[in-house]
C-alpha cells in the first residue's frame, strides 16, 4: 500500500510561485509514472506534469498552458515530488493531486488548493 501527502498549496496573487510537495510511503516499489494533475470546479482532471519511466530512461511530460512555468522534479530517493510554479495565472486555480503508478497500480494524494487571485 502507498500513501501519498501533499502540501505547500495557498492562496497567491497572479505572478507569484508556490512550491508543491509530494511524500510517498508505504510498501515502495520503482514507480513507472509520477506525476502532479490538477482539476479546477466543473472541469475534468488533467495532467501538470509527469515523470514517466521507460526501461532505464526517463522522460517527462507538462501541459502545454504550464510549461516554461512550472518545472517538476524529485528527490534522489525518489519518494518526493514537486512542483515548482511560477508565474502563476489565474487559470492555474485548481486542486493539486499527487500521483504515483507503480506495479500497474496507480495512488493518489488527497489533493491541495491552489488559488491564485489578486
Known amino acids: 500500500q502507498v500513501q501519498l501527502v501533499e502540501s505547500g498549496g495557498g492562496l497567491v496573487q497572479p505572478g507569484g510561485s508556490l512550491r508543491l510537495s509530494c511524500v510517498a510511503s508505504g510498501t515502495i516499489f520503482s514507480a513507472s509514472v509520477m506525476g502532479w494533475y490538477r482539476q479546477a470546479p466543473g472541469e475534468q482532471r488533467e495532467l501538470v506534469a509527469a515523470f514517466v519511466v521507460n526501461g532505464g530512461a526517463t522522460t517527462y511530460n507538462y501541459a502545454d498552458s504550464v510549461r516554461g512555468r512550472f518545472t517538476i522534479s524529485r528527490d534522489d530517493a525518489k519518494i518526493r515530488l514537486y512542483l515548482q510554479m511560477n508565474s502563476l495565472k489565474p487559470e492555474d486555480t485548481a486542486v493539486y493531486y499527487c500521483?504515483?503508478?507503480?506495479?500497474?497500480?496507480?495512488?493518489w494524494g488527497q489533493g491541495t488548493q491552489v488559488t491564485v487571485s489578486s
Open positions: 500521483m504515483r503508478r507503480q506495479r500497474g497500480l496507480e495512488y
